[in-house]
């Protein structure tokens, strides 16, 4: 009994999220979310997970998508950002069967000043549905964190019944996740509101239960975005044990792990952390920061290492005619960056106990 067991290979939506997703729950294993800003990144990724023997989770950020576009789109209107985050999509549905792999689409934060980017992508998603019967993505990330609890889940309210009707999940966040997230400064928030309480999860579970079963909840327990000097976050991931309980005693339910849980700035955090994260009910757990480093590094160190054969068209160490195409076509040294993103991939498998579960 595996994952293929479950749901199909392909960009999963509808049931099959659920059913992924509370498959990683029962077997204590969390799926890995990277951010991909092209179609390369999204084939580090994907080529990782068919040799880690995974399901992965592919994400748009709202600076990603808009990259993904063309940076030279005006994006005054989110124009490109929706454009880029359609395109995106497209591309991964188009291969992801291909890598033998079931992959979850997904966007990552949205927070109030770019709705029209939200409104954008979730009328593509209605679209295609009305077309194909299925939405474009797999499931979409809201963040009104920054606004007060109950803008934050009035706002998801208003969300929930369109993307539940159309299968489309919804990942919402409480509690602020500190560090910098497109483009805004969250590096001095006010540290307790970078840790959520078990009453604010009760009630967002109990309002969103009441429309669908498909949502997560990114709770904050110090997670930062970005890698910085040791010391500086104080990650407690056993605070989200306290959030399955209270949940639990509520419902007088006996589901030990009641609540999708979803981890925020994986990078840079350590095993133990990771490991009871998992053990309290996250199942998706997003890295960025690592994989943009993992990706320079293979063109880093080509680019240094036969620096002599790329300052000119013709000519290097050996010889004044020699051509130097086989080194500067982007396939050879942009290919060096995928695999060094795929290495740091098969790591995040690994610790979330992902990998081996296809
Ligand atoms: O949470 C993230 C994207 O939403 C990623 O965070 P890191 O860049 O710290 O891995
Ligand atoms: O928000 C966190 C992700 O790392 C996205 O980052 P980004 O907005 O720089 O694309
Ligand atoms: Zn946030
Ligand atoms: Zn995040």
């Not at 890598?99 to 000043?113: E, F, Q, R, T, W």
């Not at 194909?132 to 019944?161: A, Q, R, V």
Request: with cysteine.
């Amino acid at each position: 009994m595996g994952v293929l067991d479950v749901v199909p290979a392909g960009v999963v939506d509808g049931k099959d999220v659920y059913k992924l997703f509370d498959y990683c729950r029962e077997n204590h294993f969390a799926i890995p979310a990277f951010n991909v800003t092209s179609s390369s990144v999204a084939n580090a990724a994907m080529e990782a997970a068919r040799d880690a023997k995974s399901p992965v989770i592919l994400q748009v950020s709202q600076g990603g998508a808009a990259f993904f576009a063309g940076k030279g789109l005006a994006n005054d209107k989110q124009q490109a950002s929706i454009a880029g985050a359609v395109a995106a999509a497209n591309h991964v549905r188009a291969v992801a069967e291909s890598y033998g792999i079931p992959v979850v689409l997904h966007s990552d934060h949205c927070a109030k000043k770019l709705l029209p980017w939200f409104d954008g992508m979730l009328e593509a998603d209605e679209a295609n549905f009305a077309k194909e019967g299925k939405p474009l993505f797999s499931s979409h990330m809201l963040d009104l964190s920054e606004e007060t609890k109950e803008e934050n889940i009035e706002t998801c309210l208003k969300y929930l019944p369109r993307m539940a009707k159309i299968g489309v999940w919804l990942e919402m966040e409480i509690g602020i996740t500190g560090g910098e997230e497109d483009g805004v400064n969250n590096e001095n928030v006010d540290n307790a509101s970078l840790y959520t309480q078990p009453e604010d999860i009760w009630d967002i579970y109990r309002q969103f239960s009441e429309v669908t079963p498909n949502f997560s909840i990114a709770a904050g327990f110090g997670n930062v975005h970005g890698v910085y000097k040791p010391g500086n976050v104080s990650l407690q991931p056993d605070l989200l044990r306290k959030h399955q309980d209270y949940v639990r005693e509520q419902l007088k339910s006996d589901k030990e792990l009641p609540v999708f849980l979803v981890f925020h700035g994986g990078s840079g955090s350590e095993k133990h952390e990771i490991t009871t994260a998992v053990k309290n009910g996250v199942v998706k757990m997003n890295v960025d920061t690592d994989t943009q480093f993992a990706y320079l590094e293979g063109i880093r160190d080509f680019v240094l290492n036969k620096k002599d054969y790329l300052m000119s068209q013709v000519g290097n160490p050996e010889g004044a005619d020699k051509p130097n195409k086989k080194q500067y076509d982007p396939r050879v040294w942009v290919r060096e960056g995928e695999k060094t993103m795929s290495k740091r991939c098969k790591i995040a498998f690994e610790d979330l106990l992902s990998a081996g579960q296809l």
